[in-house]
């Protein structure tokens, strides 16, 4: 039993289409995404589960869509004013990647996002990827509606490939679900 995973929008992540453990418990039946940004990259991903009947006779299910996130672990800082003075570091896994040279639109470089305001991709450091991003705080333009203000608490977020991180975690004595404090900014 495994779980054959291919690339859903030819993105190139993972290709050729890779075959995960499966692993089953009293639980269930699980399989997870090695940190391995040569093979995997976030976004939609088609998987399905193949079973070898006999020698030679497998049998496959139907695709089903997953997307795999890209992964934020710490902040370098969670407080700072956005007025030029403050770089921050991301730190995670699958963030994405550096922006190519020659093609301009790689849908797997990455938007840092505080909150609903996307960081301009001059004021991104793109050098640590897939593991970490570095972001200046500049100062936003006044007529952005998005633009963070002070006294604001946001999210930090990284889409890449059409998915976000995540900028919320499960409780682990109530079970609910909250926001993650390792990625909450406060803007001074």
Excluded: C
């Excluded at 690339?7 to 995404?33: C, I």
């Excluded at 921050?88 to 190519?100: A, D, E, R, Y």
């Excluded at 991003?133 to 500049?138: G, P, R």
């Amino acid at each position: 039993l495994e779980m054959l995973v291919s690339d859903a929008v030819q993105t190139g992540f993972p290709d050729p289409p890779q075959a995960l453990a499966v692993v089953r418990d009293s639980s269930g039946v699980h399989f997870n995404f090695p940190n391995n940004p040569t093979l995997f990259m976030p976004g939609p991903k088609s998987v399905q589960m193949r079973v070898l009947a006999s020698p030679g006779h497998p049998l496959v299910s139907n695709a089903l869509i997953v997307k795999l996130l890209p992964g934020i672990n710490s902040l370098s800082t969670n407080t700072g004013p956005f007025n030029g003075t403050v770089t921050l570091t991301i730190n995670g896994n699958l963030l994405g990647q550096q922006p190519p040279t020659n093609v301009p639109s790689n849908p797997l470089v990455p938007t840092v996002l505080f909150g609903t305001y996307a960081i301009p991709a001059a004021d991104v450091t793109y050098t640590g990827l897939p593991n970490s991003l570095a972001v200046k705080l500049s100062a936003p333009d006044p007529n952005d509606p998005n633009a963070p203000k002070s006294g604001q608490v946001v999210p930090v977020r990284v889409r890449a490939n059409g998915v976000e991180s995540r900028s919320w975690r499960v409780n682990p004595v109530t079970q609910a679900l909250e926001m993650d404090p390792n990625v909450l900014f406060t803007v001074t």
